[in-house]
Structures are given as structure tokens and as C-alpha cells.
């Protein structure tokens, strides 16, 4: 298993991070990818990854509820410098996106940190890891202005209906990120999967956030995934090792970097 979207990083894990690592290497997730929030986030973030090197991988992006008109900016450019070292660790641009759902005072300046986003992944060939609340309309807008480049990225936590997977696996390179919420009892999710191919999804925590049942209303984390995983296969009606093998392929796909060096040198030599 892949837990494709973790921020064991966070302040909530510093009484027991290595053991919160060291669970998921138990429970059989292979890697755990980490998605960047703001500024802050980054030195944390680095450190974990230059404790557990191949484990832990590392993004780069602003998001959406840290754009904060005075400073995104200056953010920005900050990063964009991290970016331009060609030695840079960053393995995708995230976590990125929209959400108006507590305040959309700021829309302008979100639109604005995501186009800049957009394109940082775009100019570097990096993958994007969207997040999106309460923006489902302006999400497709943005996205669909880029529709012509090659890229590729994770709808992170989709919760949406039937219709909105739809507009969203219109954009070919992209998966629909698959985490806790799926587990919750009167959800949509499930039923909205049924018309989603299991080759479009990948697996999530969102730790510490959305714990999956049997763990929901605690502190989540990326051995939790299991949970997912089980679920996943319930509803494409598979085997838990059939549906770990495609959606880590699935991620793998989306995150090159995560196969088997011998792998790289033969796509590098097919390219």
C-alpha cells in the first residue's frame, strides 16, 4: 500500500512520530507521501524524509486555507527558489487548490496562488496534488485552462457525486485520491465509485485528519489505510491484494520516482 497524501509531519505526531512510522511499516505501506502546507510545514517535512530516505517523500505548494493576502505572495517566491535548485528533493506540487468552504473573502488570491502553482508543476514536469472544498465549478475552470499541457497529479480526498468524478476524470493524467471518508456510514462515496474504474483511484489517510472507521473521531495515521484499502475492495468486489496492487500502480503511474530503480533506467531507456 501507498499512503499517497499524509502530514505525519504535523505537531500532532511529535510525542510518537517514529512509532507512527514504524506502524505503517508494519501494516505494510510501502511508501508515504507528504504533502507541503505553507511555510512552516517545510523543515519539519524535510527532516521526517531525511530520517526515513526512499520511506518518507516529500511536496512543495501553499494551501488554499495559508494563502493569506498580505504574505501568499512573498510565500510564493520562496518557494519558487527551493523550486529552481535543480537538486530539489520535491517529488510534486501540494498541497494546492481551492476552498471557499469556511471564507471565500480571499477567492482572488487563491485563484491566483493555484494558477502560480499550476504552472510551477508544468514548467519543473512535476505532478499537482489538488485540494478542493466548496469549489467544485472553479477547480474545473482553472484546471481546464491548462487542458493542453501534460499533466498530471491527485484530486486529494474526493467526496463528490457521480456527475463531479466525471468532470474531473476528464483531465486523463489525473486520480481521484481515496481516503477515510469512504468508511463513514450514509456517505455517497461508495455508490459514486461504482462508476469510477478501480485505474483511476489511489489510497489516502489525510492523517491526522479522517480517520476511518473503526477509527473515526481519533487522531488518523498512515497505517490506517488498511481500512481504506478494505473498503476499496468490498466495493469493486476484489481481492484486497488485487486492489493494493493496482492502485499502488496506480500511484506509481502518477509518481515515477516511486518504482524500482531498475524500473526508471528502463523507461529512461524506452523514453
Known sequence: MIDTHSHIYEPEFNADREDVVQRARQAGVEH??????????????????????????PMLGLHP????P???????????????DPDHPFIAIGEVGLDYYWDNSNAQEQE????????????????????????????????TEYRGEALTGIFHCFGGTADEAQELLQFPGFMLGIGGVVTYKKNILPETLTAVPLERIVLETDAPYLAPVPYR???????YIVEVLRKIAYIYNVSEQEAESVT?????????????????KRSKKNA
Open 112 to 143: 491566483a496562488a493555484f494558477r502560480t502553482q499550476i504552472e510551477w508543476a508544468v514548467r519543473h514536469s512535476l505532478p499537482l496534488v489538488i485540494h478542493a472544498r466548496s469549489a467544485h465549478r472553479q477547480l474545473v475552470a482553472a484546471m
Open 65 to 68: 486555507e495559508d494563502v493569506k
Open 217 to 223: 473521531g481519533k487522531r488518523n495515521e498512515s497505517a
Open 248 to 264: 499502488n500502480n496506480n500511484t506509481k503511474r502518477i509518481f515515477p520516482c516511486l518504482n524500482k530503480p531498475e524500473d526508471i
Open 70 to 84: 498580505d504574505t501568499y505572495l512573498q510565500v510564493l517566491s520562496d518557494m519558487e527558489k527551493r523550486l529552481a
Open 32 to 57: 508515504i507521501l507528504l504533502p507541503n502546507i505553507n511555510a512552516d510545514s517545510i523543515t519539519p517535512m524535510l527532516e521526517l524524509c531525511r530520517r526515513h530516505p526512499g520511506y518518507c517523500h
